[in-house]
């Protein structure tokens, strides 16, 4: 059986990101969205949730190239003076697994952010992370620790399987692509000793920034048994902020290819049933 769960990252990173979410949960396949709690545009993501209640919101945490939710003060040796992680994961992933100080500051954060996301009153969906700094062993030790207490029962895990892409289009497979795949299995068996929901498969990894109407045509005819989640980094135009941090990524190519009618009909030939992550939750 083909079930697939349409998501988008960055909710509250910017306002076209928001407009460009909303809008393709309304005229496209999409029905879940990913939320920084900590964006510039944060709180205007709230109030589109909010309108529409048939989205399903979880959290997006941010613990790599992008703002905190704490202040700087509080996390001086996992942030930057203007309050930002640094895009190295190479330096993160050093603070977070052998330095005292830096587990410290990130427990304090990623608490910091699921306090945050409850305040905006949405039910807890799901959790993933940035970049998927979740990966990390301690950054998906606490996600889901902390996640817990605050209802938290459903995670990505980014295992993308090759085949498919193949399939669908021009694909190269690498060792590094590899390593990621088997490295996936321990999340997963963190997330599933916590007794909550993952799904099998994920796609966005290898054509991130690039998922176009061409090519969620054949993905959907190529979709592998099982729970797929696909997420996008959809936005209706490209503001500076989105330039300076993707450059390359076509963001209004990808909002859409989930407002097309073609991925939506190529998603139901191939027999794929649209879910949620509260349907995996439940069994259902």
């Known amino acids: 059986m083909k079930r697939a769960i349409i998501s988008a990252d960055d909710f509250g990173m910017s306002v076209e990101v928001n407009e460009a979410i909303e809008q393709a949960h309304i005229n496209g396949v ?48 996992i942030t930057r003076d ?13 603070d977070y697994f052998f330095r005292p100080e830096g ?15 409850s305040r905006t009153g949405l039910p807890l969906d ?30 990505r895990v980014p295992l993308e399987p090759p085949r ?3 399939a669908a289009g021009t694909y190269t497979d690498t060792l590094g692509d590899a390593a990621l795949r088997h490295w996936t299995a321990l999340l997963r068996h963190q997330a599933h000793a916590a007794g909550m929901a993952t799904n099998d498969w994920c796609f966005g990894l290898a054509w991130s920034g690039h998922m176009t109407t061409e090519r969620m045509a054949a993905l959907a005819a190529h979709l592998p048994d099982g729970v797929s989640e696909i997420y996008f980094h959809p936005a209706t135009h490209k503001n500076t902020m989105l330039a300076e941090l993707m450059p390359t990524y076509e ?21 794929a049933q649209l879910c949620g992550w509260q349907d995996i939750a439940r069994g259902a």
């Not at 709230?46 to 048939?54: F, G, I, M, Q």
């Not at 203007?82 to 050093?94: E, I, K, R, Y």
């Not at 587990?103 to 996301?117: H, M, S």
């Not at 190519?253 to 991925?263: I, N, R, T």
């Open 30 to 77: 999409l029905s879940t969205a990913s939320l920084m709690v900590s964006g510039p545009a944060a709180q205007d993501a709230v109030e589109r949730a909010k309108r529409l209640p048939s989205l399903n919101v979880g959290l997006h945490l941010v613990v790599i190239e992008g703002p905190s939710v704490l202040p700087h003060s509080r996390l001086p040796l």
């Open 82 to 94: 203007n309050g930002w992680f640094s895009s190295s994961q190479l330096g993160l992933g050093v």
């Open 103 to 117: 587990r410290r500051e990130l427990e304090a954060e990623i608490t910091a952010q699921f306090e945050a996301f």
């Open 126 to 155: 799901h959790a993933n992370a940035h970049k998927h700094m979740h990966l990390h062993p301690t950054v998906g030790k606490m996600m889901i620790g902390i996640g817990k207490g605050y209802g938290l029962n459903a995670v």
């Open 164 to 166: 498919p892409l193949y």
């Open 251 to 271: 963001h209004e190519a990808e909002f859409k290819a989930l407002c097309s009618p073609g991925f939506r009909k190529g998603l139901e030939q191939a027999g």
